[in-house]
């Protein structure tokens, strides 16, 4: 039986729409969302995903500003912007988007920024917190997929979910997100010997290695729930790590690319971005 797609797209947008109505809300007690986005250099993808956040962010009536810095911005330039940005009240959510240029140091700037603040939720205050069960501000990919299994009724509690990806973006936290659920997770990653076996003992699968085509129907059982997170470029086409056609012949649930996962990362973004005005507000 052909799985049913879960299509973050749609989930998205409607939970950018229950958003909307709760920054009309907050606007009305005097709490207005802010985000600031800053990106340092050219790169066209990041240039997109930037561009496509603070979209996302006008669209619900979320105050946004975009910070763009030149390729040659030193680390101590950039750490001075973000001091600035932790200082000022009307700020609510820094993203600073990475990958940066070689002569700044990606954990330097993660950490200058105000765990209260960090509304991509990679500073390692924020992730202590998620490992020891503590509400905070979770990664947006890894909530993203969190919320689509929720919505979709997926049961996660005592199933088996193998994860194949370890990075400190996507992996480690969905695991960890997952694990607090009450799954048993199981990691692959590039050292995995004999992945097949691990993957057709997932009830539920999350693909984040970035290589496309890695996992097809062969690798996985009857019945498994499949997330695709991978973002790949073949022949110009965007694709994921999962071979739909295949899998979704044997999967129960499974996401596509593009329209699948993409979606709710941006989505959660805007969502912790409402969750640090509500806190600061309350302080
Ligand atoms: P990453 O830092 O490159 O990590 C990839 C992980 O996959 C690593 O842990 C790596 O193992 C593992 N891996 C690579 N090839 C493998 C293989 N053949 N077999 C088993 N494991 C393998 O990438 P990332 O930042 O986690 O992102 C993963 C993918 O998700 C990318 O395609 C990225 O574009 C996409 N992504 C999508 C979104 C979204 O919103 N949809 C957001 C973030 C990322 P090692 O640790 O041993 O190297």
Redesign the pocket.
């Known amino acids: 039986m052909a799985a049913e797609v879960i299509y973050g797209k749609q989930l998205a947008e409607d939970l950018r729409l229950e958003m909307k109505e709760e920054i009309a809300e907050l606007s009305k007690e005097g709490v207005h969302p802010k985000l600031v986005v800053v990106i340092v250099g050219e790169d066209p993808a990041s240039k997109s995903y930037v561009k496509g956040k603070q979209r996302a962010s006008e669209k619900i009536g979320m105050a946004s500003d975009l910070i763009e810095l030149s390729a040659e911005t030193s680390e101590d330039e950039l750490l001075h912007i973000i001091n600035q940005l932790n200082e000022d009240k009307a700020v609510h959510g820094i993203l600073v988007q990475l990958p940066l240029p070689q002569q700044i140091d990606e954990q330097n700037v993660i950490e200058a920024i105000d765990p209260s603040k960090d509304v991509d939720g990679f500073h390692p205050i924020n992730a202590g917190r998620m490992l020891t069960g503590q509400e905070t501000f979770y990664p947006c990919?890894p909530f993203?997929i969190l919320v689509m299994l929720k919505r979709a009724e997926v049961s996660i509690e005592g199933k088996h979910v193998v994860i194949?990806?370890?990075?400190n973006?996507?992996?480690k936290p969905v695991g960890q997100l997952l694990l607090n659920e009450h799954a048993t997770v199981t990691h692959?990653?590039?050292?995995?010997k004999n992945?097949r076996e691990h993957t057709k003992r997932a009830d539920i699968l999350i693909v984040?290695?970035?290589?496309a085509g890695?996992i097809t129907g062969e690798d996985i059982t009857e019945g498994t729930v499949v997330i695709d997170?991978?973002?790949?470029r073949v022949d110009g086409k965007l694709t994921g790590?999962v071979d739909f056609e295949s899998a979704k012949e044997k999967a129960s649930y499974i996401t596509p690319v593009p329209k699948g996962?993409?979606p709710?990362?941006i989505t959660m973004l805007l969502h912790n971005t409402i969750k640090a005005a509500k806190w600061i507000d309350q302080k």
């Open positions: 990919t993203g194949i990806g370890r990075s973006l996507v992996g692959c990653h590039s050292r995995t992945l984040a290695a970035g290589k890695l997170v991978g973002v790949n790590d996962v993409g709710m990362t």
